[in-house]
Every structure is written in C-alpha cells, then in structure tokens.
C-alpha cells in the first residue's frame, strides 16, 4: 500500500511541541483532518474502480488513532478488520485492497489505492493548515511564540507517498 507521509509539517508540530503539553491537541486535530480528507479519497477511488462488491472494504476505510512512532506524530489510512462474508476463513480488508491495487497473475492492477493518496494528497495538507492557522489566529498562542515564528505561510510543507 502507498504511505502517506507530510514533510514539511513536522517543522510546525516541532514548534508547537515547544509550546508543551497545549500542543498535542493541536498536532492531532491537524491528523486528524487529513485523515478524514484521506478516508474520503479512499473511498472515492474505490468506488470509482467499482470495488465495493460487499461493501466490506469500502465501509472499514479508516484513519486510526494519532500515535508517536520514532518520535512523529502519525496516523494511518487503510482498510481495516476481515470480512467474514462467504468464506470459510476471514481475509482481512487491507490484503483485499492490496491484492486489488497490485494485481496478481491473473488479475491486472488498477493502482486505485495509489490514485486515492494522490487526489487526497493537496487537500489533506489543506485540511491541516487550515486546523494550524485555526489555532493561530484563536488567540491560544503564547506570547512568546507571538512574534511570527509560528505564521503559516499558505504552504507548510509538502506531501509524499512511499510505497511499503
């Protein structure tokens, strides 16, 4: 499955952890809002690849929880849990998505979870400026980081993908 990785931003939730424990809501809101722009993309591109034959897959695309892993904040977007509908053992949702995403040897690949991060991809970093800016001009931002260092300047970081 592609991954979905924000550089950039990790500049701006390093200042807000400058701020102390006020920042985590904040950096979590910001994934939070990505994840929920990344979840609709998800689901559009399976939709459009027709890939909701139970609607198993579709209905468990989810954003999980914010977590620290190797000191970054992270969420991720995939389907989640099995379906046990027709079959005598469970497949989980995530190998459904990538068998159909990669093909095998008699099915051709659609690339469709990759089509999903890229249309998510510039409205997710929109979604998570827009949660930053939303806080800065909340008046929540101490005095000392009152001196512009914490402006966002329409454009914070950039987004990329790595296939894992």
């Known amino acids: 499955m592609a991954r979905f990785d924000v550089t950039g931003m990790e500049q701006a939730i390093k200042s807000l952890e400058k701020l102390g424990d006020g920042a985590a809501p904040v950096a979590d809101a910001m994934l939070h809002a990505a994840g929920s ?8 591109s399976a939709a459009k690849h027709r ?3 139970t609607g198993a897959m579709y209905d ?13 904040r992270t969420i991720y977007v995939y389907p989640q849990g099995t379906d046990k509908q027709d ?3 469970p497949v989980r949702n995530a ?9 095998r040897n008699n099915m051709d690949a659609d690339h469709w979870a990759e089509e999903a991060e890229d249309v ?10 827009n949660v930053f800016d939303g806080f800065l001009l909340s008046g929540n931002v101490p005095p000392a980081a009152g ?10 970081g950039a987004a990329t993908f790595h296939q894992g």
Do not use: C
């Not at 722009?37 to 559009?44: K, L, N, P, S």
């Open 95 to 103: 190998e459904k998505a990538f068998v159909l995403n990669y093909g």
């Open 37 to 44: 722009v990344m979840v609709e993309g998800w689901q559009y």
């Open 60 to 72: 468990s695309i989810k954003a999980t929880k914010p977590k620290i892993i190797s000191g970054v």
């Open 51 to 53: 890939h909701i034959r």
């Open 87 to 89: 079959r005598n053992k």
């Open 147 to 156: 001196n512009g260092a914490y402006r966002s300047s329409g454009q914070i």
């Open 120 to 129: 998510s991809e510039s409205p997710a970093q929109d979604a998570m400026e």
